[in-house]
């Protein structure tokens, strides 16, 4: 784990790196994609009406960091996942470290579901997501970008597209709007936790 002390972890993904494995056993490796997955934080996050009606309802309640493990193995628990052990325990040292975060939703003492990220000054690089009650993850997703806009945020990457970031808006940009957009978010001072 040598090659990724949190310094170069933390460098990688402030130029558009981003980590992945191909399961346990395997190395972790750097990743790069030319079309990049954004999550817009402004008018054009959108999301199903259905789902108003459950933030209406007031069912779940938003935490930040306080089961980041838990949400870590609920983001991993796939048939098949990218999230090695190794992976996992580099996700541990980042968060200790105050890079990575878990965005969490909860209904009662019960994990609902939550969002896998780094936060670098004002960008969010979302990781993964998952939810243990329906909703859960769905909820987060709003919740999360409502709190990136309040605290200043100016990039949410979500780095590659699938038909449920769609839902809320999700776009892809090339490589050249992406680093600039990166770049510029970096120059803001974000703190992910209040």
């Not at 983001?75 to 325990?89: M, N």
């Not at 896998?116 to 998952?130: D, N, P």
């Not at 009650?133 to 970008?145: E, N, T, Y």
């Not at 806009?149 to 100016?154: M, T």
Request: net charge negative.
């Amino acid at each position: 784990m040598e090659r990724f002390n949190i310094r170069t972890v933390i460098e990688g993904y402030t130029q558009g790196y981003f980590l992945m494995s191909e399961g346990d056993g395997q190395p972790i490796e750097w990743y790069y994609t030319n079309s990049r997955t954004l999550i817009p934080l402004d008018q054009r996050f959108r999301y199903p009406k259905s789902l108003q009606r459950v933030l209406n309802q007031n069912r779940f309640e938003v935490r930040i960091d306080t089961a980041f493990e838990q949400v870590v193995d609920g983001c991993a628990d796939r048939e098949t996942t990218w999230i090695s052990t190794e992976l996992r325990s580099l996700y541990s040292n980042l968060h200790q470290a105050g890079w990575a975060h878990s965005f969490e939703t909860w209904q009662g003492d019960r994990l609902a579901g939550g969002i896998l990220g780094i936060a670098i000054r004002g960008v969010f690089i979302g990781e993964s997501m998952f939810f243990k009650i329906p909703d859960g993850s769905k909820v987060a997703m709003v919740k999360l970008v409502e709190h990136l806009r309040s605290q200043g945020y100016g990039l949410f990457d979500a780095q590659l597209m699938n038909p449920h970031l769609e839902r809320f808006g999700a776009f892809e940009t090339n490589d050249e709007t992406y680093q600039k957009l990166l770049q510029a978010a970096l120059q803001r001072a974000c703190s992910f936790r209040v």
